[in-house]
């Protein structure tokens, strides 16, 4: 089974500074989706970005980026010029691509235990 | 958020009582998945279906059942509900493609 682990309970960055969250995950497939979501105190989660395995580039989102380490098995989430906003909860996630004909269960989303991230102003 | 509701949006409940949690969807999608927030855990999948009638269990399914007797509807229930279910709730949807669109939540109080 993937696990995904977040090292980091909290994270604190000053407004306008540049914070990086991680993550790193166990699997033994070779193709894969990781995303960040974001989940403010309305508790909505809302998706940041989103990195398929199979490409080498990683992806970026306005502010948002990644640092995606295939063989390391990490995927580091960079917010730049960070905001007041942006003071979440936020959670790595892991997703087979891999399709079972009897179901649905590789496409479920495996979550780790999240970072709590504080903007100071 | 948009083509996904869950109902209550909060609800108080005594310990032993049933509780019966709503997920709606207006997007046609064939997967739709329950999961559970509590602090320090993460969201952790309780149940998931993959079409009419078809479902299965997560990793924390232990105490709860669901049901999906139509493509727009899955139902997750708590047959007796006890303090260590209070968490907030969530259902998820998602189509073959990349996406999940997640509903807003539901904080259960079990007291």
């Known amino acids: 089974a993937q696990t995904v682990t977040q090292s980091q309970p909290e994270m604190s960055v000053q407004e306008a500074e540049t914070v990086t969250l991680s ?3 166990d699997t033994s497939e070779s193709d894969y989706y990781l995303f960040w979501y974001k989940q403010p105190p309305s508790r909505q989660m809302i998706l940041v970005i989103r990195q398929e395995a199979y490409k080498q580039q990683n992806a970026t989102e306005n502010r948002f980026s990644v640092n995606f380490q295939k063989a390391a098995k990490s995927f580091s989430l960079k917010i ?3 905001q007041l906003g942006d ?3 936020y959670f790595c996630a892991y997703r087979s691509t891999s399709h079972l004909n009897s179901g649905g269960s590789n496409y479920k989303l495996t979550f780790g235990k999240g970072t709590l991230l504080t903007v100071n102003p | 958020d948009a083509g996904i509701t869950q109902s209550p949006r ?3 409940t005594e310990t032993g009582t049933p509780v019966t949690l709503r997920c709606h969807q207006t ?3 064939r997967y739709m998945y329950w999961y559970r927030q509590d602090p320090g855990h993460g969201l952790r999948l309780i149940h998931y279906s993959y079409g009419v009638k078809d479902t299965d269990k997560g990793e924390v399914s232990d105490g709860y059942s669901v049901s999906r007797s ?3 509807d899955f139902l997750l229930t708590l047959e007796s509900a006890t303090s260590s279910q209070t968490s907030v709730y969530f259902c998820a949807i998602s189509g073959t493609g990349r996406g999940y669109t997640f509903g ?3 904080r259960l109080t079990v007291v």
């Open chain 1, 23 to 25: 993550c790193t995950y």
């Open chain 1, 80 to 82: 730049s010029d960070s």
């Open chain 1, 87 to 89: 003071a979440a909860m």
């Open chain 2, 10 to 12: 909060h609800k108080v």
């Open chain 2, 27 to 29: 997007e046609n999608h």
């Open chain 2, 70 to 72: 139509k493509t727009e």
């Open chain 2, 104 to 106: 807003s939540g539901t």
